[in-house]
């Protein structure tokens, strides 16, 4: 385990629980709310974490632990852990460079690393920060198609392995937290918000004094668009919501390397995206972000990996706050799992080393866990753990 601050801190750090309230400490409550916040009334939020809990393992016991692998492989390709950090926009908000911290930690643990379009660093920004890590750019359909296009070719160009296609965003979903704070990217100053981030100088000095982050990737969106701080707010009025399995095809013809498609919840999708070549699906609801009555994504893992396991690779995320998480996940047939927040919340509470310290906690509870079943590689991983013979 790497250390995180002084030991005391350390100490107080000990799960992602633990981490985002230390997020919550350091940020203005309106920031903090935006990367935790959920849509509507979060039903699909809490959702999302409860269908954990409907899962109970069965250990085998006197078996021999001492040697355990968390090896995995990932689209074809080996992975320290069955784990990928999942695209997040506006991740500079929470710590100044905060994609690339997140980008790092991710390369450092050997797993691979999603760049959203809307993140606060450009794609050859990444490409230079982690030449050697494994790089996904999530694209978001807009309507200027060229640009979309554009992004595309720039993620090839600088050397993206994959290509991950959000499908569950044909509009923004209604995040009330946002509203109830004033928040809004570019920040509007209100009396309100103003001073939250009086009473936060911890993050609102670095922010003065280094400069409100941007959306790099956008720039030029809007040709009148020439203040890229007024970019994400037009963000999701240039979201093209009538992007189509058609759309996805030409996608596919425009894209060499793998594509995955995020934001899959039917067996019927899931059967459409396999057939037109699509190399891995994630069964996502945005993290509770979206589609507030929706079901909650384990909740639809089971029935899709039985029917398209064979064709595509199944990665699911939303809700995986623990080690133990990813073994039910792995159990129920995803082949690999997505977090979203846990390296927000670290990345929030402490830059690279805060996101470093998600991702061990996550994978010394993962180990912990598979010890705990007396499992010792994550292809001894199945259904069977839930049953009691
Ligand atoms: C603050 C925030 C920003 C996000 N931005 C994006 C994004 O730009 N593109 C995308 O496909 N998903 C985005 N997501 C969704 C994540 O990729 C992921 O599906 C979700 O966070 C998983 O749930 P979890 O946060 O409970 O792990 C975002 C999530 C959060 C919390």
């Not at 990932?74 to 997040?88: E, N, R, Y």
């Not at 691979?112 to 790089?135: F, N």
């Not at 290509?163 to 965003?169: C, G, S, W």
């Amino acid at each position: 385990m790497r250390f995180f601050g002084s030991g005391a801190s350390r100490q107080s750090t000990y799960s992602i629980e633990a981490l985002r309230g230390r997020a919550r400490e350091r940020l203005p409550r309106a920031v903090f709310d935006f990367f935790d916040g959920g849509a509507e009334d979060e039903r699909a939020l809490t959702a999302n974490r409860n269908a954990f809990g409907r899962h109970q393992l069965v250990p085998y016991v006197l078996r021999d632990v001492s040697e355990v692998s968390l090896a995995a492989n990932i689209l074809g390709t080996p992975s320290s852990l069955p784990l990928a950090v999942g695209p997040t926009g506006a991740a500079g908000f929470g710590w100044h460079k905060g994609d690339i911290a997140i980008a790092r930690a991710a390369a450092g643990a050997g797993i691979p690393y999603g760049l959203s379009t809307s993140a606060t660093a450009s794609i050859e920004e990444i490409a230079e920060a982690i030449p050697q890590g494994r790089r996904w750019f999530q694209a978001y359909i807009l309507k200027n198609r060229h640009f979309t296009e554009k992004l595309i070719a720039r993620a090839q160009a600088a050397g993206f392995e994959a290509l991950m296609i959000t499908v569950d965003l044909p509009v923004g979903g209604k995040r009330e937290r946002d509203y109830r704070n004033d928040f809004s990217i570019p920040f509007k100053f209100t009396c309100r918000n103003f001073l939250d981030f009086a009473l936060h100088p911890r993050w609102s000095l670095p922010m003065f004094f280094r400069g409100v982050p941007r959306m790099p990737n956008l720039i030029g969106i809007d040709a009148a668009t020439t203040d890229t701080k007024a970019l994400a707010s037009s963000v999701g009025r240039n979201y093209d919501p009538s992007f189509d399995w058609d759309d996805l095809r030409r996608v596919r013809d425009l894209w060499d390397g793998k594509l995955i498609v995020k934001g899959v919840m039917r067996v019927s999708d899931a059967e459409r995206a396999a057939g037109l070549g699509c190399d891995a699906i994630v069964i996502s609801n945005h993290g509770g972000r979206q589609l507030d009555a929706g079901l909650a994504p384990l909740a639809a893992l089971p029935t899709i990996a039985r029917a398209v396991g064979g064709e595509v690779e199944i990665m699911v995320d939303g809700g995986i706050r623990r080690g133990a998480d990813i073994v039910v996940a792995l159990a129920l047939g995803a082949k690999a799992v997505l977090i979203g927040r846990p390296t927000l919340y670290g990345m929030c509470a402490g830059g690279e080393v805060g996101a470093m310290l998600a991702l061990d906690i996550l994978q010394d509870e993962f180990r912990r866990t598979m010890q705990l079943c007396g499992l010792t590689s994550v292809s001894q991983i199945n259904s069977d753990i839930f049953k009691t013979d």
